[in-house]
């Protein structure tokens, strides 16, 4: 008897004919007396939905009560799921964040989770139950609904298999697994069989579709995360703790695991600042009081005392980190700025990069023949990431497959 | 200072618009340093969409799982109406059933309010806060969501009403108050100033489209109810205990105070029963377990030690009522049943019909004359109704309606 959990993304729930599916693998996954943990996402886009009506109602809804309302989608799923167990004969239980002992910090929008109560959960276990968990929520010590962000079903996921001892969690999506590259821009990009949880790490966070916190989660509290499809029979990518031997397997194979790439990015530039200390926060603080996320940071040498900062934001923050940037750029001693809002990021990744010089000579050599212009760089120790014209990310994502020959399993 | 208990039906709030208008009528009741406390129903018929998906899944929807899916309903119009108020600069906070100390007990789909903790209702309006609070739900004390029975978002309001001492519960709906019958059958039909809480428990157990439940909570806890539009300034009507002095102001103006009608009515009837003792027992226990409410129940008298067995049920449950009878046709003696399903009920209500004779008579009478026949019939002290053909219903209750005098204000 193993204990193992499960996520199910929106797209695996978006009509009733997917929710029975989604059943009928969960009720597979209990046979031979394996108890299981399902987390489930809300039905499709149900959740914009729900951001529809809340727009049409105000520009900025509160957060406390954006919550409760976002919170609803999951508990439709997680009810529904479990009338299609019962109806295939199974002991299946539903059960909130709140219920299911999920205890968050009051961040609405973005909770953190303090605490995670199993006895619910273990108790619903021990009577024979399927436990049906709504995703992306928890409850504050006052009971108040929260959400831990977009996406963080995923967290859900591996929070429970962490805190239940699970044998493994299992996250399944509309994909067939963590790609070398994204497959729309890289058409020979293949589904990798597994990945070291620190190379995902960077890919996720730097493009590929899964929940950083969630990963980061799964590696500290060790917890084996495959991703699969919910709609086929793939045997997914298995993302975990990479040892010695695997390691020096990955060295041989490839020391770049995966291209990862992401669209939504623009760029600011405040031109001609004084270089003088305090400058740099004087500009970030605000905007962190803004809840703008500043990614890239770039500051130039300085020239006669002066000199010119960039950061990148998401698109959809651009607007809004102009407006306090413009504010504050007098301050700066420079009254002017620069925007560029049709970039993206392109990251080459692995662990095998680790003090190995020359990957990044490589990369910005392969882009470079390729016509791209860089502009802007940043890196980790196993991720070296730049900036290009979202024009041209296909064409660099491609060549960069090629150069570091990722094609090949 | 008064604390006031609002309640808005579904169909007040169906889309942003109306949300909105909710919001203002809100936020105008808090004016003066008025607390106010509304109580919300799922948007339009939302409940009846997650009826269908539900339905889509399985023919016996869990009840505990239904509930849980049917209670976002609620908590989403809860949030949408707080961030409506909180755009209109007021400070409101929403609260789920269980949120609000709605404890019940876990008769999942029909659930009983067992105790009410208004300590954090209290705790939010002492913060300033107008509180909003998900109608039609509680929570069991394992902490399990339960709904209230369909249309129980105004017991939800009386009972919150009652635990918070309010000064009134206002019931906004999309008509204007109560009628002395159904406008739609008796055009003649007026809206009532007021109305005793006795008759109007028998108007709403009879036909008018209110929750009878909460009405008699209204009558035991003694919290006056107005029943209004959302739509309009219209001034509703007052269902209060009535005083000895209203009493006689009723007796003069009207001892018939509305007619109440309603259409889904089914009858069966079992055939040459054995008269012995236990039959209506050996009968209706097994349609209680069924879960099949009756409704009016006739007996003849017996006939050469056979009698008739008559009853009503809703006509969706005519069909699985024929069923159960079925079955114990054959232990009753009987193997004859019949069924007529087109039927309906009218009623003439009245308290100033006690202890005076006569009126029963003049129903039936006025039936007679209008050529129409009576299937069934059955009274209580304040109360004559009977069963008629659903075709000829608007024609007996405008003629009930004309000779008891009711159509002058």
Redesign the interface.
Known sequence: MSLIVQKYGGSSLAN?DL??NVAKRISNASEGDNQVVATVSAMGDSTDN?MD??A???NS??P???D??L??GE??S???V???L??LGKNA??L?G??AGIITDSRFGNAKISNLATN?IEMELNKGNIVVVAGFQGITDE???TTLGRGASDLTAVALAAGLKAERCEIYTDVDGIFTADPRLVPSAYKMDEIGIEEMLEMANYGAKMNPRSIELGMVFNVPILVSSSMNESSGTLIHEVNDMDMKVGEIRNRVRGIATEKDVAKIIVYSVVDRPGIASSLFEPLAQADISVDVIVQNSSVEGTTDLTFTVKQSQLNKAALVVKKVADDLGSGQIGIDEDLAKVSVVGTGMQDSPGYAAKMFKTLASAGINIEMITTSEIRITCIVKVSELSKAASALHDAFEIDFN
Chains 1, 2 share one sequence.
Do not use: F, K, W, Y
């Open positions: 009733s929710i029975r729900l009506i809340a049409q109602i105000t809804p509160n406390r009560e954006l409760v309302l919170s609803t508990l439709q997680c009810a529904l479990c009338m299609a019962q109806e239980v539903s909130s709140g219920q619910r009971l108040d609904i």
